[in-house]
């Protein structure tokens, strides 16, 4: 059965990480050949490429988007594209993001003090946990890759 799914734009080779370049994943998109792929970049949307990285803050207002370059909170237009993205997008049955991504992390994500102290790094980014409050599947990519190598 084909899926729409929602896509780290990364993974399907735009230059949209921090520093421009991509994570595109060749055997990954093999393995979704037949479905709809819709994708998506909330951080380049909002900041452009390349930008100042940021790192996923735990605050008494929840997790937030730190720049680690200004160190000022950049969380509202990540949470703005992803309403906006998931409203415009209602088809959308899967999420695929990119692991380990402040934004796209969906079990993978690294989750800081405010010190800077790891206290996870098993959390759902800004733009995933959007997709979970709308009950939509989110799968980590490199998740999807040992499902189908073993």
Do not use: W
């Amino acid at each position: 059965m084909k899926k729409t799914i929602a896509i780290s734009a990364c993974l399907l080779g735009t230059p949209c990480r921090y520093d421009a370049s991509d994570n595109k994943n060749e055997a990954l998109l093999e393995t979704l050949q037949g479905h709809t792929l819709i994708p998506f970049c909330p951080e380049d949307h909002a900041f452009g490429s390349p930008r100042p990285t940021m790192d996923l803050i735990a605050t008494i207002q929840g997790h937030r988007a730190i720049s680690n370059e200004s160190m000022l909170d950049i969380s509202a237009p990540i949470e703005a594209y992803a309403k906006t993205f998931f409203d415009t997008h209602p088809q959308i049955d899967t999420v695929i993001g990119k692991d380990r991504s402040p934004s796209c992390g969906v079990c993978s994500s690294k989750l800081y003090n405010e010190h800077k102290q790891l206290l996870s790094s098993h959390e759902a980014g800004l733009m995933i946990k959007e997709a979970q409050r709308r009950n939509i599947t989110c799968i980590d990519a490199e998740h999807i890759l040992n499902l189908t190598n073993n």
